[in-house]
Structure formats: structure tokens, C-alpha cells
């Protein structure tokens, strides 16, 4: 049995796809009433696990939400494209309802999905299209338009399997443009991890479109929690050292952003250690924030998790190391606990040379 959980679309958007038919020899077009946003693909599963599958899914509940259609891709295997689709801008309802069905679905034994969540509705089938590339083809789709919105009103049982298909009543919207300060403010104000925070939701962060340095660090600690200042504790006061930069200057939003990976404090494992930052908040929050932020010239990956968000896998030590390949845009830095004093010493070349070259590409941008 294969399977997939995604929402369906109001017959409205699926009637406007559905003109753009034609146009590609041998595409294999998705009829209208096939058109759906994949939230997950499960794929291959006996019916006994599917069972478990829709158990676990039945429960879920879907907040209304906005989806705003914009721009038009493929996907390609071995240098050719198979599929066309047209995109969905994430937001972050949207993020947490793939999130909650991640979740439910390793809760019903799925190995977690490690491909990244691009949402978006798929138009055609390419393997058999003549030519391999499309590129008229593509430009015709971006020429869909303008970008449609509408809102799902009523809250409603996730679609839990192909099979359990449903419409939900659309309504037309109109929407100002996002700005810095407004989704900002959505971040401060977000709970969707209320419930796994040991001391409630306080999300932490300053950000602004004219910044030229950005910060992702891990996740505040109790101090910061507390205060409501980003990096207000021993470890901000190793990183101002490293960077040689004044609080003042640390803390002009204006020049400086600070975004971390988990925006609110996580607590403490049982060993004493930090915990992770709450996976779903970088998802949620980042790509949301970042394209309002086009000043960045150099973004400070300060840590194991932001490195692996923004440079894949590899040790902080390796990363660190190997610096030079991800310059100018982005700088690895271990992260500035009382551990990293013992790792400075075994690596002298921390200091010697990372050090001064970090230090004159923060004064050069501060100005």
C-alpha cells in the first residue's frame, strides 16, 4: 500500500492549475482532482502499519491556515527534470502542521524524514517529456499570474491517508506585505512548543533589515531566559571577546541580528548538559525572517546545530578547521561555553588565525 498524507486543495486553485495543461510533449499532467499538497510521503507500508499510521494521524487537529502559491520549480534525477510544481511559500502554521504529522508518524514507527519540506503542489510528470529541459515551459508557469491566497476557515481532521480526502470551504484574502518588524513580532509571540518548554515560551531574538551581521547560536540558557538578552552570560562575554566587539556594539540591532536556532530556552538534559533547541523553531522561524534580512554579508554559525543547518554534516572541530571554504558568507565558530577554553588550548590555531581574521571582517562591516 503507498501512501501519503497532504491536504487538499479548494476546487477554485485546482480549477486555475488545471488550465495549464498542455504545453509539454509527453508530460503526464496531474488531473484536478488529484491536486493536493504533500505534507508527508510515506510511501511503501504493509496494512498493518498503515493501521498504526492512521491511528496515530486520526487524533491530529489543523488550525485554519494561509497558503500563498508563488513561483514554479522541478525536481530533477540524474540531470533531468521529473516532476513540475508550483510552490507554496512555508509559514508558520503551516510548518507546525508538518511538524506535528513528523512527529505522529515516527510515533507510529517511520524512520524520520530527512529530506527537507518543500512545499509545493506537483502539476506534472516529466520522465517521458520531450526536450529533457523545459525552460519555455517554465517560464509559461511563472507567467501563471498573480499569486492566489486563501485561507482554510474551519478547523479540521487531517487528511490522514490518500483516501481520506475532504474539502474545506475556501475564502478570497488580501495581505499586506510581510515586514521585519511584523514577523518578528509573530516570532515573540509564538507557542507552538509551549508544551515541551520546561519554563514556558519566551522566544529570544532582534533582527532587523538593515543588520550586516547575523548570529545563530544554539538556544538561550537560563540567564538569558530570565533577562530576555541574548547571549547575557559567560558564553556572550567569550564571543565578544573572540568578535572584540563592545556590548554596545553587540547589542545595535541595526548592525548586529541575533537569531538562534531554538528561540526559546530548552532546559537541561538529566546529565546537566544543555538541551537540543526544539527542532521545528529554525524551520518555523528562519526562512521566514532571513529573505527580510538582505544586508547579511556574514552570518556567524556559532555551534554544532546551527553549523549542520547551514553547512551539513561534519564535526565543529572539522568545520571550524576548514573555515576558509565557507567564506565570505558564512564563518564556523565553536560555541563559546567554559569547555571551549580547554579547546583552544589543544588548538592553538584557533587564536593565530581565525581570531585576527574574524575580528577585521566584524570591523570592516561595523564600520
Not at 517511520?110 to 519555455?136: G, S
Request: glycine content about 8%; proline content about 10%; some cysteine.
Amino acid at each position: 500500500m503507498r501512501l501519503f498524507v497532504g491536504l487538499d486543495l479548494p476546487w477554485p486553485i485546482r480549477e486555475q492549475l488545471d488550465r495549464l495543461d498542455g504545453g509539454i510533449p509527453g508530460a503526464r499532467w496531474v488531473p484536478d482532482e488529484n491536486l493536493h499538497l504533500t505534507l508527508r510521503f510515506i510511501g511503501e507500508v504493509a496494512p498493518d502499519q498503515a493501521e498504526e499510521i492512521d491511528l496515530s494521524l486520526a487524533s491530529l487537529r489543523g488550525r485554519g491556515l494561509t497558503l500563498t502559491f508563488a513561483g514554479v520549480g522541478t525536481f530533477a534525477k540524474a540531470g533531468r527534470e521529473t516532476q513540475l510544481w508550483v510552490g507554496v511559500e512555508r509559514n508558520p502554521a503551516l510548518n507546525h502542521l508538518q511538524g506535528k504529522i513528523e512527529f505522529a508518524l515516527q510515533r507510529a514507527g517511520l524512520a524520520p524524514e530527512r529530506r527537507r519540506f518543500i512545499p509545493h503542489v506537483t502539476l506534472a510528470r516529466l520522465d517521458d517529456a520531450v526536450p529533457p529541459r523545459m525552460p519555455l515551459s517554465c517560464r509559461r508557469i511563472i507567467c501563471f499570474g498573480p499569486r492566489q491566497w486563501f485561507s482554510i476557515i474551519s478547523p479540521c481532521s487531517v487528511p490522514c491517508l490518500a483516501k481520506m480526502r475532504r474539502f474545506i470551504p475556501p475564502r478570497w484574502i488580501t495581505r499586506l506585505p510581510d515586514t521585519i518588524a511584523s514577523v518578528a513580532g509573530q516570532a515573540r509571540a509564538c507557542t507552538l512548543c509551549a508544551d515541551s518548554l520546561p519554563r514556558g515560551p519566551r522566544p529570544i531574538l532582534r533582527v532587523s533589515s538593515s543588520a550586516r551581521i547575523l548570529i545563530i547560536g544554539q538556544a538561550p540558557g537560563t540567564r538569558v531566559h530570565e533577562t530576555g538578552i541574548p547571549w547575557n552570560d559567560a558564553s556572550g562575554n567569550r564571543l565578544r571577546s573572540w568578535m572584540a566587539i563592545s556590548s554596545d556594539d553587540f547589542y545595535d540591532e541595526a548592525r548586529v541580528a541575533i537569531m538562534p536556532m531554538g528561540l526559546c530556552y530548552p532546559g537541561v538534559l538529566p546529565n546537566g548538559g544543555d538541551a537540543r533547541p526544539m527542532p521545528i523553531c529554525a524551520p518555523t522561524w528562519h526562512p521566514l525572517l532571513l529573505p527580510l534580512m538582505p544586508k547579511i554579508e556574514l552570518t556567524l554559525a556559532v555551534g554544532g546545530y546551527a553549523q549542520a543547518r547551514l553547512l551539513g554534516k561534519g564535526t565543529v572541530n572539522d568545520r571550524v578547521r576548514d573555515y576558509a571554504r565557507f567564506l565570505p558568507a558564512i564563518m564556523p565558530l565553536p560555541h563559546p561555553s567554559w569547555r571551549t577554553i580547554g579547546w583552544e588550548r589543544r588548538n592553538p590555531w584557533f587564536e593565530a588565525e581565525i581570531l585576527p581574521l574574524l575580528r577585521s571582517r566584524i570591523a570592516s562591516l561595523l564600520g
